[in-house]
């Protein structure tokens, strides 16, 4: 596709609730990083694969939180048993895979947990 | 733990003036340096990239890169009030991710 494409795009979940959100990424694009963007604040680095191999997972913050890309491209991002902190909006990115090279970011999912 | 710092503003800039945004990253052997603009619920949109010493220039927009001082900088000439969003910086630390700076929130005054 022409971007990286998100879903949903809003999504409100209930305290406790699983969640899963969807990332395309641009075609022929080897890298895919997941961030977290809180309110007022910087994206925070949460996981990075290359091709399907997940080569950092070192910003998931607890185990709740799993990322797969089984294929090499579309990625899945899943949050077990929501948490209010979890309220965040989670940017999907992807690269042509080199060092140094421009991360493209998606639009984003905006997750409310009630 | 590497760390990129930058005022998060709000900084207000009359119409038609320059707009400087700065930035500084804690570890020397940085290679790549990023600025991005975000605007209000919208996604990061890469505006510039400096891989090296010195200046580059992109229309109104010059990164400025300083590895000695571990310095970024960005500014905006002739700012307008369409320029009037977040500015992200953003440090490739020698692997492929990159790590963001809080944001500077910039508003242009018309």
């Known amino acids: 596709g022409a971007g990286v494409s998100q879903s949903p795009r809003y999504k409100v979940a209930k305290r406790g609730q699983d969640v899963a959100l969807r990332c395309d990424p641009i075609s022929g694009h080897v890298s895919l990083f997941w961030y977290q963007q809180a309110l007022g604040q910087g994206p925070e680095f949460l996981t990075y694969?290359?091709?399907?191999?997940?080569?950092?997972k070192s910003g998931l913050p607890s185990d709740r939180f799993f990322a797969e890309r089984p294929e090499g491209s579309v990625s899945t991002l899943k949050i077990q048993r929501t948490q209010q902190e979890d309220s965040a909006v989670y940017l999907c990115?992807?690269?042509?895979?080199?060092?140094?090279?421009?991360?493209?970011f998606g639009e984003g999912s905006w997750l409310t947990v009630v | 733990q590497k760390e990129v710092e930058q005022n998060s503003g709000p900084l207000s800039v009359p119409e038609g003036a320059i707009a400087s945004l700065n930035c500084t990253y804690s570890?020397?052997?940085?290679?790549?340096f990023f600025w991005y603009r975000q605007y209000s619920g919208k996604s990061p949109e890469l505006i510039m990239s400096i891989y090296s010493n010195g200046d580059k220039e992109d229309g109104r927009f010059t990164a400025q890169l300083n590895k000695a001082s571990q310095y970024v900088s960005l500014l905006i000439r002739d700012s307008q009030p369409s320029d009037s969003a977040t500015y992200l910086c953003a440090v490739n630390f020698g692997n492929e991710k990159l790590t963001f700076g809080t944001g500077t929130r910039l508003t242009i005054i018309p």
């Open positions: 990115a992807s690269s042509l895979g080199l060092a140094g090279n421009t991360i493209y």
């Open positions: 570890d020397r052997v940085s290679q790549s």
């Open positions: 694969f290359q091709n399907e191999a997940q080569l950092d």
